[in-house]
């Protein structure tokens, strides 16, 4: 249908970018970020009506099929997914975007007949397809399909070059003669370079990749917007990829880390991988009813969640220990170290979905001041946010990064899984400090037998 | 095509607008920001409807539909998963009347 003249048409899409705007500005502080969110659910839908009544489109019934097929596979997986699952599930959305993306850009190949526009073409099948395949990586890496640790072969800094000039000669032949041959071959080197760039990178940095992805999917929207001469496209995705950059720059700097050292460090040796050797230094370890007793006895209570908890999926249980604690008159809250979890900010989604009140959510800076003033840090699942190898010592991977001072707390109590160093394979001095208790077992399990002690008292 | 300037203005203004908007955001909202940045990206369903739309044999129409599927599943899986996450963050009030520090980053 073409009942919106150009001049409506470019009105409403500037409705929608405007909405996009607000949806990113709103997503930025707690108070808002649901309003923005929904502010951006409905730009998009001023978008799509947008284009159904200005654009002259055959086949609109099967167009219609195909976005309820799209709704009806998204939505449920949506609604019902664990929230500890969830990054798999935002990496998948962001490959499949990408991938859109890549699609409709070959299909518009044969409309282009303008070397720049041809640019745009290639820019848009090489990055999606990059983001498509890397994002299918991360998936495979955060449900653990695929090894966690870095993945690399003999020669493959050299299969890598392989690949990237194939790809840069495919783009230089697809731009001088639009065929589609040389298209397809782009397509399928897009994705090996996909690959070949994320199996690499260690299981504790996918977060930031998946992050760095998101950016690049944006930027091929950006692209396929010029490709298309559609401006809403090319406005949401350049905000997408400069948003989605300084977030990548954020994330990786609260790790202490560069996105070059997480993309390229592997193939320089210096690899992300932690080494499993276990120590056997002495160390004090107490049983679930010591810990009920120090805990139940305190003041004020520090717990220090992290990957070990969200991977046991015990945030229900340590919400309900803090609130037997706070019943008891122990004042209980939450110190949240910016990367723990596995992704930036995943912990407070667990913790929030576990009923934990937003305002037991102490971060870093909040939390560190606190410390000595507390009887007992609790320690559920973390390591390498504790360690203070991250301040003493110069040439430890995570050094510079900012750590939960939990040794200034009168007590520490490390609820830990094994002696094992935690993911940058690093010892914790912290462990076998004499005010240091461990009570070894899986998060949950411990957490459940603590609270049965608890309640006992 | 549009026209070049016009193109490099609006592209130059975007960035700026993207690095303005997220440049002061609280880690605690790092994850749903990126979740939502990513729906956004979604919109490459207008792209796709615009091809199949215009796809002539039904081999393009085929490749148009599946980048449809796929940019709806971008778009509208992208706003649900982020309005969970941020459902569990807000509504609840805090189980203690106890004062807190104050929100911060708002």
Redesign the interface.
Known sequence: MSVLGPGWTSLFYLVAAVCFILALKGLSSPRTARRGNAIGAAGALVAVVTVFLSAKLENIPLILGAIAVGSALAVPVARRVHMTQMPQLVALFNGVGGGAAALVAVLELGHSEDPWVRLAVVFTMLVGAVSFAGSAVTVGKLQELISTRPLLFPGMPVVMGAVVFGAVTAAGFVVATGSTGWAVALLVLGLAAGLLLVLPVGGADVPIVISLLNAFTGLAVAASGIVLGNVLLLVAGTLVGASGTILTKVMASAMGRGVTGIMFGAFRGGSTAGSTAQSDRPVRSASPEDVAVQLGYAQRVVIVPGYGLAVAQGQHTVAELATALAARGVEVVFAIHPVAGRMPGHMNVLLAEANVPYEALKELEEANPEFPNTDIALVVGANDVVNPAAKSTPGAPIYGMPILEVAQAGQVVFLKRSMRPGFAGIENELLFDPKTTLLFGDAKDSLTRVLGAVKAL | ??D?IT?LT??VL??????E???????????????????????????????????SDPW??T????????????????????????????G?????P?A??G????
């Open positions: 095509m549009m070049p193109l609006v592209v975007s960035v700026f607008v993207g690095f908007v997220v440049s002061k955001v609280t880690s605690k909202l790092h994850t749903p920001l990126m979740s939502g940045a990513n729906a956004i990206h979604g919109i490459i369903l207008v792209g796709a409807i615009i091809v199949a739309g215009q796809a393009l129409l490749i148009a539909l599946i980048a449809v599927v796929l940019a709806t599943a971008n778009l509208v899986g992208g706003f649900v998963v982020t309005d969970r996450m941020l459902e569990m963050f807000g609840r009030k805090p189980a203690r106890r807190g520090a929100e911060d980053g708002a």
